[in-house]
Nanobody
Framework: QVQLVESGGGLVQPGGSLRLSCAASGRILSINFMGWYRQAPGKERELVALLSSSGSTNYADSVKGRFTISRDNENTVYLQMNSLKPEDTAVYYC???????????WGQGTQVTVSS
């Protein structure tokens, strides 16, 4: 079992910045993937950014150049969000998957609202 605890989020004006954090704990295997998804009202959940334990990243086209995913040595993943737009408004969810574990772990979700 893996537990995820998210923090960050909130209300920010267009053009502003926020940083989300997600700390993973529990039975963490060496090959894993941590990422962020988001779901806006009336829309499906979509991938925002993904980071593997080997360091490879993948970003949604809509956030490339504005968002950066990173990770520390304590199994915490961060999402630095700059130049935020109203269309970035959504609930953001942390996700964790790992090799040889069929489970798909999700954080509790954190609201990000971009509005003037």
């Amino acid at each position: 079992q893996v537990q995820l605890v998210e923090s960050g989020g909130g209300l920010v004006q267009p053009g502003g910045s926020l940083r989300l954090s997600c700390a993973a704990s529990g039975r963490i295997l060496s090959i894993n993937f941590m990422g962020w998804y988001r779901q806006a009202p009336g829309k499906e959940r979509e991938l925002v950014a993904l980071l593997s334990s080997s360091g490879s990243t993948n970003y949604a086209d809509s956030v490339k150049g504005r968002f950066t995913i990173s990770r520390d040595n304590e199994n915490t993943v961060y999402l630095q969000m700059n130049s935020l737009k109203p269309e970035d408004t959504a609930v953001y969810y942390c996700n964790f998957r790992q090799l040889r574990d069929p489970a798909d772990y999700w954080g509790q979700g954190t609201q990000v609202t971009v509005s003037s």
